[in-house]
Every structure is written in C-alpha cells, then in structure tokens.
Nanobody, 126 residues
Framework: QVQLVESGGGLVQAGGSLRLSCAAS????????VGWFRQAPGKEREFVAA????????YYADSVKGRFTISRDNAESTLYLQMNSLKPEDTALYYC???????????????????WGQGTQVTVSS
C-alpha cells in the first residue's frame, strides 16, 4: 500500500489558478499509476486526470482538458495537478489515487484504484 496526502486546495475566484499536490509514502512511488478524482456534494466521484508509471502518458476528462495539467516527480514522490482558468463547476473535494498495477483499462472508474488520500477542498467563486 501507499499513503497519500493531498494539499494545495483553497478558495479562488473564477479564472484563477491553483496547484494541488499529493505526497506519497510507503512504497516506491514510481511503481504506481496515479491520478486525480473529484467529488462535489450530492454527486458521484468523477475522474479528472491520470498519469502512467513510466514514460508517463497523461489522460484527462473532457471537462478539464486544456485547463488542467497532471504531472509527477518520482524523486520527490509527489503528484501534482495544475489547475488554470478555474470555473465554479470545478468546486469539489479533490482526491489523489494510486494503483500498483498501472493504469487499468477502466482508469476513469474510481473502483479500479486501490489507494486514496483524504482529499483537499477546492472552491471556485463566481
């Protein structure tokens, strides 16, 4: 297992930017596929972005493509999500996720990821 701790959330105006971080510990970070999900009140947890283990490939939900950038620093065991041009509909609790098996074919489904952080709140005001 790997332990994940998110940080970097906060309150920002529409059009602003935030950078989320997810610090990993307990296992070799580079051996995990990692990703970001979010959950707004009353809604299901939804996929935001993912990055593979090596020669990293990145994947995004259509709703964030072109605005968000996922990256990883294996030396620092940290996952990032740079969020630009934020919109009120981006408001949610953001979770990082990890899985040692690499990216599943069903990587957009929360159930396929084995480890989760506690989440960091992002609120975008209009």
């Amino acid at each position: 297992q790997v332990q994940l701790v998110e940080s970097g959330g906060g309150l920002v105006q529409a059009g602003g930017s935030l950078r989320l971080s997810c610090a990993a510990s307990g296992r070799t970070f580079s051996s995990f596929a990692v990703g970001w999900f979010r959950q707004a009140p009353g809604k299901e947890r939804e996929f935001v972005a993912a990055i593979s283990r090596s020669n990293p490939s990145t994947y995004y939900a259509d709703s964030v493509k072109g605005r968000f950038t996922i990256s990883r620093d294996n030396a620092e065991s940290t996952l990032y999500l740079q969020m630009n041009s934020l919109k009120p509909e981006d408001t949610a609790l953001y979770y990082c996720a990890a899985d040692p098996r690499g990216l599943s074919f069903y990587y957009t489904r929360a159930a396929t990821w084995s480890s989760w952080g506690q989440g960091t709140q992002v609120t975008v005001s209009s």
